[in-house]
């Protein structure tokens, strides 16, 4: 039976998600998205995995009314990010580039999912002054994930092939289908935010999970079983202050996760929200960006 034809991007991407392209020393681009005030608090944004910088217009409207620009980076092989091996130990080295080229002096930090160990391994950056975790992944070791995680983990380290397939398969289903289908993988039901109906969000989610396989799963593959293994820090090592906001209905990463990173963060504390995980973002979001926004001082 002939396939459908593939959706053209203009079809689900939003229009507001046009990138700008750093050029890194090893000749890759290191594409990135900003969001909110452009005058604003600088606040770096790391999606999560499979995710991209569209996840971050989620955020758009509390980050201009707080006064924040969200600066989003699609990590190497995402979007428009040219691919390379960067893992955790690498990213706050282009994170670093990224700040410098933006004349980012001081910054706060948001890591979404599979982005909070990236926020988290920026700590040792000088223009990192806070992180929000907003349903982190944890370490190996510190809490649980679910069933599908676990499977998705087991597949990186020991079967990748068979991950990059089944990656393929959900992005050419995800292209035909409803984008209700893209936000299975991450919530419930769709939420929706003041700025966005329920329907917007599920248009950015689905477009989220088709940039980020745009250039195929490798990179997100590699983040996945970076994501499985020991990180390349310690928890103890994070001197800076970090709110961790967890779902208590997050079926992603279970609310142990959250529990024992606020434990085992020497600067943390814990922000339980009512929502599943896709529902803690667009719930605590606002929350996120005040926690690592500067205080103004009077």
């Known amino acids: 039976m002939r396939s459908p034809p593939q959706v053209p991007a203009a079809d689900w991407r939003p229009a507001d998600t046009e990138t700008e392209t750093l050029s890194r020393q090893d000749d890759r681009r290191l594409a990135y998205a900003t969001y909110g005030d452009p005058d604003g608090y600088p606040v770096l944004f790391c999606h999560g995995t499979p995710g991209s ?3 971050a217009r989620l955020l758009a409207a509390p980050a201009r009314d707080r006064g924040v620009r ?28 990224l700040l410098s080229h933006l004349d980012v002096e001081s910054a706060g930090t948001v890591g979404f999912s599979g982005g909070g160990p990236f926020a988290l391994a920026c700590h040792r ?3 990192i002054e806070r992180v929000a975790l907003v349903g982190s992944s944890g370490p190996p070791d510190v809490g649980s994930t679910g069933r599908v995680q676990q499977f998705v983990g087991a597949l990186s380290r020991h079967a990748p ?23 299975g993988f991450v919530a419930g039901e769709t939420p929706e935010t003041d700025a966005l109906s329920a329907d917007e969000v599920a ?11 745009a250039r ?21 090592d994070v001197g800076v202050p970090v709110t961790v906001f967890q779902g208590q209905a ?13 434990r085992r963060l ?12 896709l529902g803690t973002l667009t719930a605590a979001g606002d929350d996120a960006l005040a926690a690592v926004r500067r205080r103004t001082r009077v």
């Open 53 to 55: 910088h569209v996840v």
């Open 70 to 97: 969200l600066i989003a980076p699609d990590r190497p092989g995402i979007g428009d990010s040219t691919d390379a091996p960067v893992g955790l130990g690498d990213w706050p080295d282009d994170a670093a580039a």
């Open 125 to 127: 950056l000088p223009e």
């Open 161 to 183: 092939w068979a991950l990059g397939r089944l990656f393929r398969l959900q992005r050419w289903v995800a292209v035909r289908r409803d984008p209700s289908y893209a936000v």
């Open 203 to 213: 248009r950015v989610v689905r477009a989220d999970m088709l940039t980020a396989m």
């Open 216 to 236: 195929g799963p490798s990179a997100v593959v590699r983040e996945q079983r970076c994501l499985s293994r020991p990180w390349p820090f310690a928890l103890g």
């Open 250 to 262: 997050d079926a992603n990463v279970d609310p142990s996760t959250g529990n024992a990173l606020a």
């Open 266 to 277: 020497p600067r943390a504390s814990l922000e339980p929200v009512d929502a599943d995980h």
